[in-house]
């Protein structure tokens, strides 16, 4: 099936998963937000889009797009392969850099209740959600073909405690 829209036809299947993506080459695209909405948003997917097919890099999702928002500023990445081209827009995340996939079934407004469960279950496992990064994986266009409306939430977390079987007891981690 082909999409008409700019959704990622294939996406993985990060829901309730722990992820590691340290040292996956992205490309990273900064991009002005205002109390965390991006402007433009649209714009800036295609000039990413164009910069990836200029530079004939290969994605492992094609369209799958991570957004990270802030006040100001925000990001927008795409997973890459591999790649030693010379562009400032080129990086490779720092390792560790783990990551907690939600799947959720809605619109954007209604992703409080899941990102409070989620943060729940992080921090009752001894985790702390740090950023979150979203990716948008139906539109208006295709939601109704593809099941509703479909958003990943991924949390970059932080290790707070770990036990260690041995001496059946916790050693905490640096908050810092």
Known sequence: MSL????PEHYP?????????GGQ???A???PMFLHMPLSYEVYLKRQYHDIQGLQLREPWPNLVLTRTGMFRGTIMRLLEKSDLPSHRIQYLPTPFNLRGKLHNG????IRNSVRQ??????DSGRLPKELY???LTCPLCRDARGGNKIL???KIKLLWKYVPDMFTFLLVGLA
């Open 118 to 123: 989620i943060q729940m279950e992080l921090l």
């Open 25 to 27: 080459c992205v490309h």
């Open 13 to 21: 299947d990060w829901d309730g998963k722990d992820i590691d993506l």
């Open 153 to 155: 939430l991924l949390f």
């Open 134 to 136: 979203i990716s948008y």
């Open 107 to 110: 619109e954007i407004g209604t």
């Open 29 to 31: 695209l900064s991009i």
């Open 4 to 7: 008409s829209c700019a959704c």
